[in-house]
Each structure stands twice: as structure tokens, then as C-alpha cells.
């Protein structure tokens, strides 16, 4: 199993520790570092910035959201940044909820998210083999366009610029059954949001067939504390906010996901709780159990007991949300 850094997305601005994070992991031997996007940083520029201070670590995006950028500007940027990183690029995607995209994005949230997803993805590899002009007569991506308010002279057409890599991976944040079941069709890599390797039933049916080299490459917050509860409030914050506020009372994919894992009643409660303006009460309503499964949080002896339970899965690379170089240090230790 891999190991990969997880930065996440800005707060109210850049964070002077993500680089000198990144540069120790690259030291650490970690394969992989990742940045986010939501409505406020952007997914790549970050990236980019790491990539011009590193040499060997991969660099993904986890994730760019599929609803900021048609799937050509995607492909640009991807095999852009793949050119100058000499190839180290990974390109994870995902959708985002409908708060996002047509609030922030200001776009409708497509009606069938599978075949979006499909379409999109369809696009970015054909830019990637630039065997031939990019052309897909899709239902939400249409190459060239030819909508009724068109001019009608959209030309197909392929990049000018030559991929370095045809097949760079692409990765998906999928979240439900079918979403995560087309994902092993047609993409290298799922972004699981939680994965709980006690629980990896509830994924079992998705993943029943998966191809060889399929990435599966969950985050999961590594704190090296002495008080496990104390070090789990981050993450009870994280749930909190994605469980409660990250999502309409009746379309909340995350909150959806945490009841398929078996905390429905919480995931209601916290809901409730976080929409009703009561957001310390939500995070409070997080139960320790949910937030200990999907973390690796304590002492470096429990975290060395509770990661051989990562290693018996189908997990390929854990991602570590972690904003401490200790930590990064003696997981990737433990992981030697």
C-alpha cells in the first residue's frame, strides 16, 4: 500500500506549510500528493506550484470538479502540468452536489450523473490519445456543439500540444453504488470520501470485479496524539460540515453515504442539528466510532495495529490528510 499527502483545499488563504508538507513527503518516499478545490482556491494552481519545487512525488488532483472547467480545459491543464512535472500527473475528478454546482458554478446539476460522468470522461481521454478531433454527440457534452443557438461552425478539433502520456490516469470521487460500479469501468482509480476498512461490505457489490492496477486510494486523517478523543475533533469538525452542511436537507450525498455505512439515525441528527443553525451540537453528534474507522488517530502502536487492517483490503494508496510532519513521518515508517 502507497502512501499519499492529502492537502485539501484553501481556507481564507494559501497555507505556508502545504509546500514544505509536500517537499518532507517527497523526502519520506510518499508517492503521491494531492490538492482540492471547492469555491475558493483552484484544484491546479496549487499543484503547479508544488510541482515546480519537487522532483519525484506524483501529484493528483483530489478533487477538480468536473462543473469548473468543460472536459477540454480539464485535458489541458492535465496534460499541461503532466508535461511540465515530466510526467508525474493524476488526474482525479468528481461532480460535487447540486448546492455547488448551480450556486457557485452556476450550472444546472446534471440530471443523470452517470452519463455526465461517462461523457466527461470520454472527452478528456480522447484529448489525452489524441488519435483524431475530439467528437462526442453527447447528452451533456457535445463536441463540436451544435446547439440551436450555435453558429453552426464548430470545427472538431485535436490539441495542438501532444499529450506526454496517453494513458495518465484518471481518477474518480465516486460515492454511490452505480457511480462507483461505472467507475471501475471506466476510469484507473477511485477517490473514495470515507473508507472504513471494517465496513468495506458496503462496498463490496461496486467493487465485485475490479481490473488489474485499479487504484483505490481513500483519504484518512493520521494524527500521532496520546488522546484519541482529542484527536479525532478534526475530523468530527470535517463530518460535521460535509455531514450537515454540504448538501440540501433532501440531496446530501455525503450524509446519504454515512447512513449506507450504518449510521443513518447520526447522519440524520447531524443534519438536523447543523441545519437548524446549530453547528458546535452537530459536530458534538459526530459519533467517535464513525470518525475512528475512516481515521488512523493515537498512540504509534494503535496506529500500527489499526493499519494492518488497511493493508488486508483492496486499498492500493492511502491518502493522509495530516498537517503534521511528525505524523507523515511515522506512518510512513510503520508503512516501510
Not at 9 to 24: I, K, M, V
Not at 54 to 62: Q, V
Not at 95 to 121: C, D, I, M, N
Amino acid at each position: 500500500m502507497r502512501l499519499g499527502l492529502a492537502l485539501g483545499y484553501w481556507g481564507r488563504g494559501p497555507s505556508a506549510d502545504h509546500l514544505p508538507l509536500a517537499q518532507e513527503a517527497e523526502r519520506l518516499g510518499y508517492h503521491s500528493v494531492w490538492t482540492a478545490e471547492s469555491w475558493g482556491s483552484d484544484v491546479f494552481t496549487p499543484l503547479t506550484w508544488i510541482a515546480a519545487h519537487t522532483t519525484r512525488i506524483r501529484l493528483g488532483t483530489a478533487v477538480a470538479q468536473m462543473a469548473a472547467r468543460s472536459p477540454t480545459t480539464t485535458a489541458m491543464h492535465a496534460l499541461t502540468l503532466d508535461h511540465l512535472s515530466g510526467g508525474r500527473m493524476m488526474l482525479g475528478l468528481g461532480l460535487s452536489g447540486p448546492q455547488v454546482v448551480e450556486g457557485w458554478y452556476g450550472r444546472p446539476f446534471p440530471k443523470s450523473p452517470l452519463t455526465a460522468t461517462r461523457e466527461y470522461v470520454d472527452v478528456v481521454r480522447q484529448v489525452l490519445r489524441r488519435e483524431g478531433p475530439v467528437e462526442l454527440d453527447g447528452r451533456f457534452h457535445r463536441h463540436p456543439y451544435r446547439g440551436e443557438d450555435g453558429t453552426g461552425l464548430g470545427k472538431p478539433l485535436k490539441p495542438i500540444t501532444h499529450p506526454l502520456r496517453a494513458d495518465l490516469p484518471i481518477l474518480l470521487g465516486a460515492e454511490g453504488p452505480k457511480n462507483i460500479a461505472q467507475t471501475t469501468r471506466i476510469a484507473d482509480g477511485w477517490l473514495p470520501l470515507y473508507w472504513s476498512p471494517t465496513r468495506s461490505g458496503a462496498y463490496e457489490a461496486a467493487l465485485s470485479d475490479l481490473p488489474a492496477g485499479f487504484l483505490v486510494a481513500p483519504m484518512a486523517h493520521v494524527r500521532v496524539c496520546d488522546d484519541v478523543a482529542k484527536g479525532l475533533l478534526p475530523v468530527k469538525a470535517m463530518l460535521g460540515f460535509y455531514i450537515g452542511g454540504m448538501g440540501h436537507a433532501a440531496r446530501n450525498f455525503h450524509a446519504d453515504l454515512m447512513a449506507r455505512m450504518g449510521f443513518e439515525e447520526e447522519a440524520r441528527l447531524i443534519q438536523e442539528l447543523f441545519l437548524a443553525g446549530h453547528r458546535q451540537e452537530a459536530v458534538l453528534a459526530v459519533p467517535d466510532a464513525f470518525a475512528d474507522e475512516i481515521s488512523l488517530v493515537g498512540p504509534r502502536e494503535r496506529i500500527a495495529e489499526r493499519l494492518e487492517l488497511w493493508r488486508k483490503g483492496p486499498v492500493t494508496d492511502l491518502l493522509a490528510l495530516s498537517p503534521d510532519p511528525h505524523s507523515l513521518r511515522v506512518l510512513a515508517e510503520l508503512n516501510s
